[in-house]
């Protein structure tokens, strides 16, 4: 009669455990599929952090949470969610195939960095700034990019400043004969790779904070008629004074670069009535 009692504890637990295994294999099977299905995502956060390598010792997330995080950040700065769109969480999960609770966790980590807003009542969309803090984010990016430059002029590696030309160069091909959206990605490579030669990843972070509030503007930009060509002499100067080691040349080059940018965008914000 005793006896029983420890049975039927013993049975309940094992099935318990049984459940447990079951529903984590499951579990893993399904993450498997996301994984695949968004492979292309996890390689492009690979490629972008080689672009900007961060510190060695800090450690990479590849977490499902981190690449659906990426995949939706991706999305509004490639023009897939344009500012002020909603971004509704079951319509993402079935895009990205995956459940509501990594959406709602990635969104929650876009609006902490104001790339997202989130309403109590409306859900999410995508963070639409008004004129004034647009005005504001290129003047603090300008800044920001014209020291990065002015660093890079004297601390980068030689084979940072190889990297910085050959970037260069692709944008050069690019604004002669490739289009608007190959020439905004090879754009951020030159970008990101005079970021990189700083050798300052607090400034890293910085800059990154606010070219991803900027990049849907900046992406427009590039669609601009002349736009490419205009880019692509103001390049050459920054590039040049890299070359040579100028710091003051690099930096004034710099932000002259981003603040005509920032004329582009203004015109953009007016014309979507921000």
Known sequence: MFGARPTLLYNQLTNLIIDSIQERQDQLRLDMQIYA???KTAEKMSNRESEVAQDP???KGRTLGAIVEFQIEQDIIDGVYRPGDRLDEKELAERLSTSRTPIREALRKLAASDLVTIHPRSGARVSRPNMAEI???FEVISALEGFAAKLAATRATEDQLAAIK???ETCEELALSGDAKEYFDA???FHRSIWKAANNYALIDQITAVDKRLA????QITFHPGRKQNSRSEHAQIAKALAERQPEIAEKAMLDHVM???DDAL???RDLRL
Do not use: D
Request: net charge positive.
């Open 135 to 137: 005005i504001e984010l």
């Open 166 to 168: 050959a970037a260069h």
């Open 187 to 189: 754009n951020g490579v």
């Open 216 to 219: 849907p503007y900046r992406r």
């Open 37 to 39: 299905k968004l492979g």
């Open 57 to 59: 010792v800090k450690p």
């Open 267 to 269: 015109q953009l914000a």
């Open 260 to 262: 005509i940018l920032s």
